[in-house]
């Protein structure tokens, strides 16, 4: 959900819009800041800055104290921490590029790619969905984009959701 960069803009903005509550621990956001300094997409300056930026835009997302819950997880030992925290905070869909890793849930959890969480946030409201990839674009200045570069940037990791948006902007 933390990279790359358009992915995790489209999402929070959807959180933004109300769209859903994202959720996450200080562990799920230690991670993202080594695997964002790792892959060599970010400072380890910049991406603290941009945990802290999350966590100050989301306040809510912050789940704590689920420790406790990890050792009654199924799924994947190095991604318990995740389903515990989500189990916590009370949430449904675990957004994950690997779903594998969450194959054996909680009844009632489920875990879904990007692409399938944004397809599913596009069927709640459409009109929404461009508006939110319009203002994005808008948002970008180094460099500038067009929505359909956004669309086309998300379509590399969202496929479905990438490929309806720019069928959606080629009708207005």
Known sequence: MFYPFTLRDTLLRCAERDLYQPYWS??????????????????????????????????AATVADYAALEAGMRNDPKDRHVAAAALKAGARVIVSANVKDFRDLPDGFEAQTPDEFLCHLYDLDPGLMVEIIREQAADLENPPRTPEEVATALAKVAPKFGKTILADLAKA
Do not use: C, H, W, Y
Request: aromatic content about 2%.
């Open 26 to 59: 200080d562990q799920i956001l230690d991670e993202a800041t080594r695997n964002l300094v790792k892959d060599g997409l970010m400072s380890q300056a910049q991406a603290k800055r941009l945990m802290t930026v999350m966590n100050k835009a989301f306040p």
